[in-house]
Structure formats: structure tokens, C-alpha cells
């Protein structure tokens, strides 16, 4: 079957701009994850949604970034008013989120370049 | 915090010999450990996984080996060949938190042919 898409692939942006980027998650997995994969911070966790629980946000570097979760599947991630330091990869992955099904399946990510 | 420290941040091996990457975690809290292969230009994949109630997990050529008293895990993998050039990181997360991923920073390996 279809596995995690992201979309786009690669956004430049300017500082000061607003994005969004979308995850589409592996159909039938109710938990999402969002990462940020960047060469001085490693990949990190930013964001957690399991089904219509309130997200797990204890991950998000400022309140310039946000997320949302429509309907149990699809996910956006937005970043407000862009910094350099924003420029990373940013890896979204879906599970079952059954006990004893913790296997997290990762997307190809959305380069992010902030000019 | 770096919770999960990862060696050797790279590694060449000979075509057909094993490479074994390490990682010790400092919460004992964890209770998954998967390690992933990463391409360039690619997302992470899961290779293989192990939970603390087994010594030892063996997948074709992976096989993860896990010390919980030493609070040590590492990836070995038996006759590597130059398709496993990649990054590989481990993770360790906690079931009942979510299941959150802290992630090592890395292993370069190269596999020379």
C-alpha cells in the first residue's frame, strides 16, 4: 500500500513568511508524528497526534510553529514568520498506535530553505 | 540532554565484513529501541527493533544486540555489502509517552567494494 507522503518536497521561502507543509499518513494509522531533521540539532520530535486525543506538543521549538490534524488523517505543519535557523528537513511519520504496534513509518520530508 | 549517545559517527567497512554501530541511553524509562537506515534525499526506514525483554533480535543480516543492565544497544551488520552505505540511526522511546523518538546523531557507514 501507499506509504507516508509530504508535500511539497523541497519550499524556499523568505524570513518573515508563513508556510505550510502537509503530511498524508499511512491509511488505518491513528497516531502522527512530526521531526525536524537539521545538521546541528540531529532529528528531533516536534509534534504528536494519536487519534482525537489533544496533540503532544512539548516538542515545538516556539509558538511560531503549530500543527493540525483534519479529520484523524491528513496533517499540516505551519511555521510563522520563517527564520533561517527554520531551515531543516521536516520528517512527518504515522503507526497504528496500538500497544504493540510502536513501528513509526517516515515520509521523504519537505526541505525547507529559509532565505 | 542528549539522551541517547550514538558511535561511531562514521564508519568504512570491507565489502563482506561486519560493521556494529553502539548506543548507550541514560533514561530507563525506555522501553523501544529501533534503528533506522537513512539514503540521501530519503526519509528514515525501520530496519529493526528490539524491546528490553530480549537480550538479542536477528533480522537476515541485522541483528541488534541489547545490555540493559549497561544501558547499552548496537546494530551489527554480518556481511555488509555496498548497498548498506547509508546513515543508520538508533532511537530509543517510551510506549506509554506517546512512543516520541530520541534519536542518536548518526553513523556514516561506507561499505567499500
Known amino acids: 500500500g501507499a506509504g507516508v507522503s509530504q508535500s511539497p518536497s523541497n519550499k524556499v521561502t523568505e524570513k518573515g513568511k508563513d508556510v505550510e507543509l502537509r503530511c498524508d499518513p499511512i491509511?488505518?494509522?491513528?497516531?502522527l508524528y512530526w521531526y525536524r531533521q537539521s545538521l546541528g540539532q540531529g532529528l528531533e520530535f516536534l509534534i504528536y497526534f494519536q487519534g482525537n486525543s489533544a496533540p503532544d506538543k512539548s516538542g515545538l521549538p516556539s509558538d511560531r510553529f503549530s500543527a493540525e490534524r483534519t479529520g484523524g488523517s491528513v496533517s499540516t505543519l505551519t511555521i510563522q514568520r520563517t527564520q533561517q535557523e527554520d531551515s531543516a528537513v521536516y520528517l512527518c511519520a504515522s503507526s497504528l498506535g496500538l500497544s504493540g504496534a510502536y513501528e513509526q513509518y517516515f515520509g521523504p520530508g519537505t526541505r525547507l530553505t529559509v532565505t | 540532554q542528549q539522551q541517547v549517545k550514538q558511535s561511531p559517527q562514521s564508519l568504512i567497512v570491507q565489502k563482506g565484513g561486519i560493521s556494529i554501530i553502539n548506543c548507550a541511553y541514560e533514561n530507563t524509562a525506555f522501553d523501544y529501541f529501533p534503528w533506522y537506515q537513512q539514503f540521501p534525499g530519503k526519509g528514515p526506514a525501520l530496519l529493526i527493533a528490539?524491546?528490553?525483554?530480549?537480550s538479542e533480535k536477528k533480522e537476515g543480516r541485522f541483528t541488534i544486540s541489547f545490555n540493559k543492565s549497561a544501558k547499552q544497544f548496537s546494530l551489527h551488520i554480518m556481511d555488509s555489502q555496498p548497498g548498506d552505505s547509508a546513515t543508520y540511526f538508533c532511537a530509543a522511546s517510551i510506549e506509554s509517552y506517546g512512543n516520541k523518538l530520541v534519536f542518536g546523531a548518526g553513523t556514516i557507514l561506507r561499505v567499500k567494494s
Open positions: 528490539i524491546r528490553p525483554d530480549v
Open positions: 491509511s488505518g494509522h491513528t497516531a
